[in-house]
């Protein structure tokens, strides 16, 4: 009787044992909400992929990836702590940091070298260089990026931004309005506008496009912001989350398809012909820059960050701009050499 006891105590201590294991840190997950800018699409394909493969998991992770309504939208949901860390236009950022000094975000990584602003019109409308564009009407909507800087592309080509009329719409009728000339320009991202335009019947020569980048505007685009309670708290989970999402950044770069798959199994409306040729846009003139081929994914220049600030300052009339460091915090990022194509 008393051999049976004792066989019955060592079942109840391996119980004993195997429960705590399966409750140890170890196998605990640290959930991360992240959200996006935009639906689901070929460019943000890397987030999806490190999803999708377990990337984020093996760093102790389980994440949840959000479709947005626009850069600024991305920034608020972070900022009210609904979502811990964001994709998101930096120069939204830099907008939010300058009113609200005290409860500042930072970015953590940048994507886009090379930002996909610019302004779109069709050959028949007789615009063909930036001067064409005084008295002619820019269509968007309020909260597009490229519109928001337009002032500062203004100044920077040497045309009166006041002399330029806006109309507002809802995004899905830009493109639409423009074939439709309701308006006589429109400002987006390029790997957007172009392609929609394209979806219009619009041939890719019958559009005239003018990137911000080619005329020296010096501005970053999207990268990864993060709250200030999960830098503050979890900033282990922040640099595990950037270790993920470089692997599968790398990945899409090598192998676009792979992307297109994941964003397909998000999302199975997408157009996969589209989303693909996106994503070659995207890759080709704002994620692998000669900046990012020689110093490697994720990083920024100080120095160009303190010049794009001041451009966003002088298109949103920012009267205290925030510092770089209040911007851009590269203290979560892996050494170089991983960050390397």
């Known amino acids: 009787m008393a051999q049976g006891r004792r066989g019955f105590v060592k079942l109840l201590t391996v119980a004993a044992l195997l429960g705590s294991a399966l409750s140890a840190p170890a196998f ?11 639906k689901y699409q070929g460019p943000t394909s890397f987030f999806l992929i490190a999803l999708d493969k377990g990337y984020y998991k093996a760093e102790g992770l389980e994440v949840t990836i959000d479709s947005g309504q626009g850069s600024a939208g991305a920034v608020n949901r972070v900022a009210s702590n609904a979502y811990e860390l964001g994709f998101a236009d930096v120069n939204a950022l830099i907008e939010y940091n300058a009113a609200n000094a005290d409860k500042a975000i930072k970015a953590v990584m940048m994507v ?18 930036p001067q064409d564009l005084v008295g002619k009407t820019l269509g968007a909507p309020v909260f597009d990026a490229s519109y928001k800087l337009f002032p500062a592309f203004a100044q920077k080509v040497g045309i009166d931004n006041a002399a330029v009329p806006r109309k507002n719409m809802d995004p899905s009728l830009r493109e639409a309005m423009l074939v439709r000339k309701e308006v006589d320009f429109i400002s987006g991202h390029y790997f957007s506008s172009v392609l929609d335009l394209k979806a ?6 019958d559009i005239v496009a003018m990137r911000y980048s080619d005329f020296g505007m010096d501005f970053y685009g999207n990268g990864l912001i993060a709250s200030p309670k999960i830098i503050a708290e979890k900033p282990e989970a922040v640099k595990g989350f950037i270790r993920a999402t470089i692997k599968g ?3 899409m770069i090598a192998d676009p398809k792979a992307g297109i798959t994941a964003t397909k199994k998000k999302d199975p409306l997408i157009d996969e012909g589209l989303e693909a040729e996106r994503l070659a846009l ?28 001041a451009q966003v300052s002088l298109a949103a009339g920012l009267k205290t701009p925030p510092a770089p460091e209040q911007v851009f915090d590269a203290g979560f990022l892996p050494p170089a050499a991983d960050r390397k194509l």
């Open 200 to 205: 219009q019947g619009v041939k890719v020569d």
């Open 249 to 251: 950044l790398k990945e």
């Open 28 to 38: 605990a997950q640290t959930a991360v909400k992240v959200t996006l800018d935009w």
């Open 112 to 129: 886009y070298d090379f930002p996909p602003f610019g302004v779109y019109a069709l050959k028949s409308s007789g615009i063909t260089k």
């Open 282 to 309: 995207a890759i080709a003139n704002n994620i692998v820059t000669p900046n990012v081929k020689r110093d490697g994914i994720g990083g920024v220049d100080m120095e160009r960050m303190k010049r794009a600030i």
